[in-house]
């Protein structure tokens, strides 16, 4: 395969790391996702969240990372731009002082990627991002399987009488009929609740629920396996991880931190083990730079969504 056919990122050897335009792995912008197989888009949204902002630099900060991650995973052997027409599309033109209108916006600006015949993967922001995305996806897909990393469940009914923000965007997915809740597991939930009801919600609509502590000192291989036979191969599949899903030790820098969480290994076996299913969309959300104070959590966070693009149907791997 030509490897002048697919965009290629910029090398450090061709210009330093530290210099150069901050796109996301260093790939060309465009301004459409038409001829993209993956666009890259940023959702800086953070007017959702309900404890600590600073998630709107998110999709900056990563990019700027992202110069640390090169096109090959020497593990896997996956090699997604010489697999996919890839390209960074830029931010959607939120309103950021109205999440009602932001939440309209992000759905429609979807919905243009969607019809131009790109999957997507999208770098938040907060959470909330994801039920506008799971809107526009499911327009073309009906339900979709889910996977879902996070320290919470985002299940909750209303938070502030509000009945869209970054707590509740699953039960309005489920409610919607975006997301198939027989073909949905989450993973790392944990920490304490409100009542001992909090995570059954999901369960009584058929989620699949993993608390961390069911993960702790364990490869997640083994997991992902039976997701993958829950879910099985044909069917379409968005995967949504939220940072706060790992540790704050590996993850420090988000809205929510909760202790006892994933480790960075563990994110990468879930991302890995989505190979195989049909992945349709992918998110990473709530990186919130201004508590990443070595900028690691962003540095994590690009390395995530680089395995995210090598899980995608039809990744060559060597």
């Not at 150069?20 to 459409?32: D, I, K, N, S």
């Not at 709107?56 to 052997?77: D, N, Q, W």
């Not at 759905?107 to 993967?121: I, M, N, P, R, S």
């Not at 502030?160 to 989450?186: N, S």
């Amino acid at each position: 395969m030509s490897e002048h056919r697919y965009n290629q990122p910029l090398g450090g050897n061709e210009m330093p790391r530290f210099a150069g335009h901050a796109t996301m792995f260093r790939l060309p912008t465009a301004t459409t996702a038409e001829g993209l197989d993956i666009a890259l888009v940023g959702v800086p949204l953070d007017i959702g969240t309900s404890n600590r902002g600073g998630s709107r630099f998110g999709p900056r900060e990563i990019r700027c990372e992202s110069v640390m991650v090169r096109p090959y995973g020497m593990y896997t052997g996956a090699a997604p731009f010489d697999s996919f027409q890839v390209a960074d599309v830029g931010d959607v033109a939120l309103n950021t002082f109205s999440l009602e209108k932001s939440i309209g916006i992000i759905e429609d600006h979807f919905d243009g990627l969607v019809a131009q015949g790109a999957k997507t993967v999208s770098v938040g922001g907060d959470h909330t991002i994801a039920l506008p995305i799971l809107r526009a996806v499911a327009k073309k897909h009906g339900p979709v399987a889910l996977v879902h990393v996070d320290a919470h469940a985002d299940t909750n009914d209303h938070m502030f009488g509000e009945p869209i923000t970054h707590g509740t965007i699953f039960r309005r997915a489920i409610e919607e009929g975006l997301v198939d809740p027989k073909r949905m597991v989450q993973i790392g939930l944990r920490t304490t609740g409100y009542s001992a009801e909090d995570f059954d919600w999901a369960r009584g609509q058929g989620v699949r629920v993993v608390p961390a502590e069911e993960c702790w000192h364990s490869s997640l291989a083994p997991l992902m396996a039976q997701v993958r036979e829950q879910i099985g191969p044909d069917v379409p599949t968005y995967l949504s991880f939220d940072i706060d899903g790992l540790d704050p030790a590996v993850a420090p820098g988000t809205g929510t931190p909760e202790p006892g969480g994933l480790t960075s290994i563990q994110g990468i076996e879930v991302i890995r083990g989505c190979w195989g299913l049909n992945l349709v969309g992918a998110d990473l959300v709530e990186v919130s730079p201004p508590y990443d104070t070595s900028g690691n959590t962003s540095l994590l966070a690009a390395n995530l969504l680089f395995e995210m693009l090598c899980s995608f149907p039809g990744c060559l791997r060597r």
